[in-house]
């Protein structure tokens, strides 16, 4: 699990990776939840008395709507905490009447030992109704922060797939802090998507910081989509993409790509998109060049894992 730090120009966008957030698998909609944050010091006004809480409260608290993308699974994924807190209690009920009916059966007759067992029965019920709660309490995803002005928030216990496709910080907001060492960090702990999208990208430099062959990485995204860019020499693998299409652009060099029925040359500047669910194989006699765009979820070699599989592609 991790954070993610999200702009609400992403969120009011609908700018989110297609990666449920919840396990990272992909997503097959979206769930609307809104969050509210309150900063930690408010409740402390509650011991002051109930009106200062309240006020400070009101005026201090923010509340972000996201489009939260989930795959079929996870559909419920808040519902089921609100669903089980305020129902789940119940479990006590046919607890405590299998033990009466029990002690029925076995003809005890003593009122009070009856009564023992039915709320021994009734507290096992409450016990398990309980340990469920803190389960989902402790798995469900929160949020950790919303800035004062509105503009960004941040979640606690996302998928690591989605924080990396989103913009993620691998520390809890205020941790540097805490630990005294915020002075001495010159680097912030998020480097947002919106921050990525206001720089201007030099894909002759981005280039230059790797020399990997078939190990893409990450440049840029917009809409769900990653602006890939990647050093190609040899023969890749036969495979396939169930649910993308994938553009390969030639930056520099050669490229083959290889379909089962033709093969398409790409010379510098030119580009084709493989459809979605059509099998092909890029080939490179010579080392080639390559920015490649596709959605969030794309891994390098579809449906096949090998020792060239990119699970987690790094950002420049």
């Not at 060492?181 to 030099?202: I, L, W």
């Not at 023969?235 to 390969?248: A, G, I, P, S, T």
């Amino acid at each position: 699990m991790d954070w993610v730090t999200l702009t609400r120009d992403q969120v009011d966008r609908d700018e989110l990776p297609r990666i449920c957030i919840v396990c990272g698998e992909p997503a097959t909609k979206s769930v609307n939840k809104t969050f509210s944050y309150r900063p930690p010091w408010v409740e402390y006004l509650y011991f002051a008395g109930i009106f200062p809480g309240l006020i400070a409260e009101h005026m201090y608290s923010q509340e972000m709507r996201v489009s939260c993308p989930v795959c079929q699974q996870h559909g419920n994924h808040w519902s089921r905490l609100a669903w089980v807190a305020s129902v789940g209690w119940l479990l006590a009920v046919p607890f405590a009447l299998v033990v009466l009916a029990a002690c029925k059966v076995s003809d005890l007759d003593d009122d009070w030992r009856t009564l023992v067992f039915v709320a021994a029965g009734a507290g096992l019920g409450l016990a398990i109704w309980l340990a469920i709660v803190i389960r989902f309490a402790v798995t469900t995803i929160k949020v950790s922060k919303i800035s004062s002005s509105g503009d960004e928030i941040t979640l606690h216990r996302v998928s690591d797939a989605f924080a990396k496709s989103a913009g993620v910080t691998k520390e809890p907001p205020g941790a540097s802090e805490r630990d005294g060492c915020a002075e001495d960090d010159p680097d912030p702990p998020v480097r947002s998507v919106k921050e990525m999208r206001n720089e201007k990208v030099n894909l002759s430099q981005k280039l230059e910081q790797f020399d990997e062959r078939w190990g893409p990485r990450i440049v840029g995204e917009l809409n769900g989509q990653q602006v890939k860019l990647a050093k190609l020499e040899g023969e890749f693998v036969w495979h396939h993409h169930e649910e993308e299409d994938e553009l390969f652009m030639v930056l520099r060099g050669r490229l083959q790509i290889h379909l089962r029925e033709r093969t398409i040359e790409l010379d510098e500047g030119e580009f084709f998109i493989v459809p979605r669910g059509v099998e092909h194989k890029p080939v490179a006699a010579e080392e080639v060049h390559v920015l490649i765009l596709e959605p969030s979820s794309t891994l390098n070699t579809g449906n096949v894992r090998n020792e060239r599989t990119v699970d987690d592609p790094e950002r420049l």
